[in-house]
Protein backbone atom coordinates (compact mmCIF):
# COMPACT_ATOMS: atom_id res chain seq x y z
CA UNK A 1 0.00 0.00 0.00
CA UNK A 2 0.90 3.57 -0.23
CA UNK A 3 3.22 4.84 2.43
CA UNK A 4 4.27 8.65 3.00
CA UNK A 5 7.21 9.78 4.56
CA UNK A 6 7.75 13.89 6.08
CA UNK A 7 10.82 15.51 6.95
CA UNK A 8 11.76 17.41 9.24
CA UNK A 9 9.83 16.33 12.18
CA UNK A 10 10.33 19.64 14.05
CA UNK A 11 11.19 23.00 12.16
CA UNK A 12 12.21 25.97 13.88
CA UNK A 13 12.61 28.93 12.00
CA UNK A 14 12.93 33.16 12.93
CA UNK A 15 9.66 34.63 11.72
CA UNK A 16 10.26 36.11 8.47
CA UNK A 17 12.44 33.28 7.45
CA UNK A 18 11.23 31.18 5.18
CA UNK A 19 10.08 27.03 6.03
CA UNK A 20 10.31 23.90 4.04
CA UNK A 21 8.42 20.54 4.52
CA UNK A 22 8.99 17.48 2.38
CA UNK A 23 7.39 14.41 1.66
CA UNK A 24 7.97 11.27 -0.37
CA UNK A 25 5.17 8.86 -1.49
CA UNK A 26 5.81 5.01 -2.71
CA UNK A 27 2.50 4.89 -4.73
CA UNK A 28 2.70 5.84 -8.44
CA UNK A 29 -0.68 5.84 -9.02
CA UNK A 30 -1.20 8.45 -6.25
CA UNK A 31 -2.56 11.29 -8.02
CA UNK A 32 -3.78 14.19 -5.35
CA UNK A 33 -1.73 15.74 -2.56
CA UNK A 34 -3.19 18.06 -0.05
CA UNK A 35 -1.60 19.72 2.63
CA UNK A 36 -2.83 20.27 5.67
CA UNK A 37 -2.58 22.31 9.15
CA UNK A 38 -3.37 21.25 12.79
CA UNK A 39 -3.42 23.78 15.31
CA UNK A 40 -3.34 21.93 18.96
CA UNK A 41 -6.35 19.82 19.98
CA UNK A 42 -8.20 21.48 16.35
CA UNK A 43 -9.29 19.62 13.37
CA UNK A 44 -6.92 19.60 10.43
CA UNK A 45 -7.52 22.49 7.38
CA UNK A 46 -6.43 21.81 4.27
CA UNK A 47 -4.22 24.69 3.43
CA UNK A 48 -3.21 24.07 -0.14
CA UNK A 49 -3.37 20.84 -2.52
CA UNK A 50 -1.95 20.08 -6.02
CA UNK A 51 -2.92 17.33 -8.36
CA UNK A 52 -0.57 15.13 -10.84
CA UNK A 53 -0.74 16.78 -13.66
CA UNK A 54 0.96 19.90 -12.28
CA UNK A 55 3.93 20.50 -10.86
CA UNK A 56 3.90 23.78 -9.02
CA UNK A 57 1.25 25.86 -7.30
CA UNK A 58 1.04 28.15 -5.13
CA UNK A 59 -1.19 30.80 -2.73
CA UNK A 60 0.03 33.62 -1.49
CA UNK A 61 2.65 32.72 0.95
CA UNK A 62 2.37 28.99 0.21
CA UNK A 63 3.55 27.12 -2.35
CA UNK A 64 3.87 23.63 -3.75
CA UNK A 65 6.16 21.53 -6.05
CA UNK A 66 5.54 18.22 -7.13
CA UNK A 67 8.09 15.96 -8.98
CA UNK A 68 6.19 12.99 -10.13
CA UNK A 69 9.54 11.17 -11.25
CA UNK A 70 10.93 11.18 -8.18
CA UNK A 71 7.66 10.75 -6.32
CA UNK A 72 8.21 13.95 -3.84
CA UNK A 73 6.69 17.03 -3.29
CA UNK A 74 7.11 20.02 -0.56
CA UNK A 75 5.53 22.56 0.72
CA UNK A 76 7.18 26.08 0.89
CA UNK A 77 5.96 28.89 3.51
CA UNK A 78 7.70 32.11 2.68
CA UNK A 79 8.04 35.18 5.12
CA UNK A 80 6.41 33.40 8.15
CA UNK A 81 4.52 34.51 10.68
CA UNK A 82 4.27 33.29 14.72
CA UNK A 83 0.74 32.36 13.66
CA UNK A 84 2.03 29.68 11.34
CA UNK A 85 3.10 27.51 14.02
CA UNK A 86 1.83 24.72 14.07
CA UNK A 87 1.46 20.50 12.90
CA UNK A 88 1.67 20.27 8.80
CA UNK A 89 0.86 17.20 7.48
CA UNK A 90 1.71 15.99 4.29
CA UNK A 91 -0.88 13.54 2.40
CA UNK A 92 -1.19 11.53 -0.79
CA UNK A 93 -4.44 10.16 -2.17
CA UNK A 94 -4.87 7.37 -4.69
CA UNK A 95 -8.61 6.71 -6.26
CA UNK A 96 -8.11 3.10 -7.68
CA UNK A 97 -10.82 0.77 -6.63
CA UNK A 98 -11.91 3.11 -3.77
CA UNK A 99 -10.40 6.25 -2.72
CA UNK A 100 -7.74 6.82 0.13
CA UNK A 101 -5.88 9.13 1.46
CA UNK A 102 -2.28 8.40 3.18
CA UNK A 103 -1.19 10.99 5.83
CA UNK A 104 3.00 12.06 6.81
CA UNK A 105 4.20 11.73 10.35
CA UNK A 106 3.23 15.64 10.46
CA UNK A 107 6.22 18.33 10.86
CA UNK A 108 5.75 20.67 13.66
CA UNK A 109 6.41 24.17 12.81
CA UNK A 110 7.77 26.88 15.58
CA UNK A 111 8.10 30.39 14.44
CA UNK A 112 9.58 32.39 16.68
CA UNK A 113 9.12 36.12 16.91
CA UNK B 1 -16.88 26.32 2.88
CA UNK B 2 -17.96 22.70 3.75
CA UNK B 3 -18.85 22.25 7.16
CA UNK B 4 -18.55 18.64 9.26
CA UNK B 5 -19.97 17.87 12.68
CA UNK B 6 -18.68 15.61 15.07
CA UNK B 7 -20.29 14.45 18.62
CA UNK B 8 -19.34 14.36 21.08
CA UNK B 9 -16.90 16.83 21.73
CA UNK B 10 -15.01 14.56 24.32
CA UNK B 11 -16.52 11.56 26.32
CA UNK B 12 -15.15 9.50 29.44
CA UNK B 13 -16.26 6.07 29.97
CA UNK B 14 -15.37 3.11 32.19
CA UNK B 15 -13.93 0.06 30.68
CA UNK B 16 -16.39 -2.49 28.92
CA UNK B 17 -18.79 0.31 27.53
CA UNK B 18 -19.43 1.10 24.37
CA UNK B 19 -19.70 4.70 22.68
CA UNK B 20 -20.98 6.03 19.66
CA UNK B 21 -19.36 8.92 17.90
CA UNK B 22 -20.82 10.90 15.16
CA UNK B 23 -20.23 12.60 12.13
CA UNK B 24 -22.68 15.25 10.18
CA UNK B 25 -21.64 16.82 6.99
CA UNK B 26 -23.83 19.90 7.50
CA UNK B 27 -24.12 21.27 4.18
CA UNK B 28 -23.31 19.12 1.45
CA UNK B 29 -24.59 15.27 0.71
CA UNK B 30 -21.37 13.11 1.13
CA UNK B 31 -20.50 9.92 -0.24
CA UNK B 32 -17.74 8.54 1.76
CA UNK B 33 -16.92 9.74 5.18
CA UNK B 34 -12.76 8.39 6.91
CA UNK B 35 -12.58 7.40 10.04
CA UNK B 36 -9.15 8.44 11.45
CA UNK B 37 -7.50 7.59 14.85
CA UNK B 38 -4.78 10.49 16.22
CA UNK B 39 -2.92 9.67 18.87
CA UNK B 40 -1.16 12.60 20.36
CA UNK B 41 1.80 13.76 18.83
CA UNK B 42 1.01 11.54 15.85
CA UNK B 43 -0.44 11.55 12.82
CA UNK B 44 -3.46 10.40 11.27
CA UNK B 45 -4.06 6.93 11.42
CA UNK B 46 -7.16 5.48 8.54
CA UNK B 47 -9.11 3.13 10.75
CA UNK B 48 -11.67 2.88 7.58
CA UNK B 49 -13.91 4.19 4.98
CA UNK B 50 -17.49 4.13 5.16
CA UNK B 51 -19.85 4.24 1.59
CA UNK B 52 -23.44 5.45 2.58
CA UNK B 53 -25.51 2.41 1.98
CA UNK B 54 -22.46 -0.46 2.30
CA UNK B 55 -20.30 -1.77 4.22
CA UNK B 56 -17.55 0.07 5.80
CA UNK B 57 -13.92 -0.98 4.38
CA UNK B 58 -11.20 -1.47 7.11
CA UNK B 59 -7.86 -1.05 7.25
CA UNK B 60 -5.54 -3.79 8.32
CA UNK B 61 -5.02 -4.01 11.52
CA UNK B 62 -8.55 -2.65 12.38
CA UNK B 63 -10.71 -4.58 14.29
CA UNK B 64 -14.13 -4.15 12.68
CA UNK B 65 -16.37 -5.87 15.47
CA UNK B 66 -14.31 -4.01 17.59
CA UNK B 67 -14.92 -0.25 15.74
CA UNK B 68 -18.51 -0.30 14.09
CA UNK B 69 -19.37 1.76 11.48
CA UNK B 70 -22.77 2.57 10.46
CA UNK B 71 -22.90 5.28 7.18
CA UNK B 72 -27.07 5.48 7.30
CA UNK B 73 -27.52 8.64 5.19
CA UNK B 74 -25.36 10.65 2.93
CA UNK B 75 -25.46 13.36 5.87
CA UNK B 76 -24.45 10.81 9.04
CA UNK B 77 -21.28 8.14 9.91
CA UNK B 78 -21.33 6.66 13.21
CA UNK B 79 -18.23 4.62 14.72
CA UNK B 80 -19.06 2.81 17.22
CA UNK B 81 -16.46 1.68 20.08
CA UNK B 82 -17.65 -1.25 21.54
CA UNK B 83 -16.21 -3.06 24.83
CA UNK B 84 -14.13 -0.22 25.10
CA UNK B 85 -10.77 -0.60 27.06
CA UNK B 86 -8.01 1.64 28.16
CA UNK B 87 -5.83 1.49 25.22
CA UNK B 88 -8.82 2.81 22.53
CA UNK B 89 -8.63 6.15 24.49
CA UNK B 90 -7.65 8.76 21.64
CA UNK B 91 -8.43 11.73 19.78
CA UNK B 92 -11.34 10.22 16.50
CA UNK B 93 -11.82 12.30 13.64
CA UNK B 94 -14.23 11.98 11.05
CA UNK B 95 -13.61 13.91 7.20
CA UNK B 96 -16.44 13.29 4.62
CA UNK B 97 -15.94 13.76 0.78
CA UNK B 98 -18.65 16.26 -1.16
CA UNK B 99 -20.19 14.66 -3.91
CA UNK B 100 -21.39 18.18 -4.98
CA UNK B 101 -17.30 19.63 -4.98
CA UNK B 102 -13.97 19.10 -5.76
CA UNK B 103 -13.52 15.22 -5.86
CA UNK B 104 -10.87 14.58 -4.07
CA UNK B 105 -11.40 17.27 -1.02
CA UNK B 106 -12.27 15.79 2.21
CA UNK B 107 -13.70 18.29 5.24
CA UNK B 108 -12.15 17.02 8.13
CA UNK B 109 -14.66 17.33 11.55
CA UNK B 110 -13.51 18.96 14.90
CA UNK B 111 -12.40 15.41 16.39
CA UNK B 112 -13.68 13.57 19.18
CA UNK B 113 -11.40 12.67 22.46
CA UNK B 114 -12.26 9.48 23.91
CA UNK B 115 -10.58 9.00 27.69
CA UNK B 116 -11.55 5.24 28.45
CA UNK B 117 -11.32 4.31 32.39
Known amino acids: GENVEQHPSTLSVQEGDSAVIKCTYS??????FPWYKQELGKRPQLIID?????GEKKDQRIAVTLNKTAKHFSLHITETQPEDSAVYFC????????????FGAGTRLFVKA | GAVVSQHPSRVICKSGTSVKIECRSL??????MFWYRQFPKQSLMLMAT?????????EQGVEKDKFLINHASLTLSTLTVTSAHPEDSSFYIC?????????????FGPGTRLLVL
Open chain 1, 91 to 102: AASINTGGFKTI
Open chain 1, 27 to 32: DSASNY
Open chain 2, 27 to 32: DFQATT
Open chain 2, 95 to 107: SARSRDRAEETQY
Open chain 2, 50 to 58: SNEGSKATY
Open chain 1, 50 to 54: IRSNV
